[in-house]
């Protein structure tokens, strides 16, 4: 499939290599996009090399988009469909890895980026590969030129950093010293999803991964917040005590801004704590002992 624009949006459906032909809409399942690739080299035997943008989602759907191209490039649009035919999820593996590599500067496999997510877990592998091999063999993909239609990841993370640090007044290597330094922890990771970067812990074995807190991006504005709802979700999800994180809690509200704590009318509850950037930075190496200390806890 291709989603393109003409008067106002138009679409294309790549039907095995015989020809193609508008779609009316987007496909109702292409939800929850992931960017894994830019500028990838779309190159047939013998055909037009096309440089495409590649999104995964977590049901298994393909999509790339031409920046180049336009509606009427049928031709060149039906080359990269025959490509894409030939392609297997370990094509995408080799692209999500050059490419996280390069925005992050450690190799991620597409698995990887939706455990760190959360949209999955790792017992999840092979039905999503399964998913993404066949979306590519049976011509399926969403060819995309024009304006995207759907909301993808947004930022690299060095794009995040620099926003982040500028609405908060910070230097922007400390947040990326802050960050390195938790990632060196097993198990932890930083991912950019729309307007958030996460900083999520994954236990060892076939679990899902916990979010500890997340960065977020909003007009004229940038929080650093932990979300105790989440976290506490994220433990019974994976059958770990709610006490687990009782610790971790007990740390990070010594760097909440309390004039932002809105505690529940009806039961005391606090559903986010917006912290001090500054502060936490300022104290890695106690938070890494506090997430070790976690972990070990769960193990």
């Known amino acids: 499939m291709s989603f393109g624009k003409k008067t106002g949006r138009t679409a294309f459906f790549a039907d095995l290599g015989r020809e193609v032909v508008r779609l009316s809409e987007i496909p109702s399942t292409f939800t929850n996009p992931v960017c894994v690739g830019k500028a990838v080299p779309i190159c047939p035997d013998g055909g037009l090399t096309c440089i495409a943008d590649v999104y995964v989602t977590p049901n298994g759907g393909v999509a790339l988009v031409f920046p180049d191209l336009t509606s009427s490039d049928k031709g060149a649009l039906q080359c990269a469909a025959g490509s894409l035919r030939t392609r297997n999820h370990e094509w995408l593996d080799d692209v999500a890895s050059d490419y996280f590599f390069e925005t992050e500067g450690q190799s991620s496999l597409v698995i990887d980026v939706m455990a760190r997510i959360g949209f999955m877990g790792y017992s999840n ?32 993370r060095r794009q995040f950093i620099q926003l982040f640090s500028e609405q908060v007044g910070l230097d922007p290597d400390d947040m990326t010293d802050f960050i390195c330094e938790l990632e060196s922890l097993d198990g932890v990771a930083a991912t950019v999803l729309g307007s958030d970067l996460i900083i999520s812990y994954t236990p060892a074995g076939d679990t899902f991964p ?52 809105k505690p529940s009318p009806e039961d ?8 001090v950037p500054d502060a936490l930075f300022s104290e890695v190496h106690r938070l890494s002992e506090k997430i070790k200390q976690f972990s070990q806890s769960i193990s």
């Open 268 to 275: 005391g509850s606090v559903g986010l704590l917006y912290m």
């Open 125 to 156: 592998k092979s039905a999503l590969y399964s998913a993404i091999d066949k979306t590519l063999s049976g011509g399926d993909a969403l060819l995309v030129v024009g304006d995207l239609p759907f909301i993808p990841v947004r930022y690299s």
């Open 210 to 261: 916990i979010q500890l807190f997340y960065f977020r991006l909003r007009p004229n504005r940038a929080d650093l917040c932990v979300s105790p709802r989440t976290l506490r979700y994220a433990l019974e999800k994976n059958r770990i005590p709610l006490s687990a994180a009782d610790n971790l809690f007990a740390f990070f509200s010594h760097f909440a801004d309390m004039s932002k704590v």
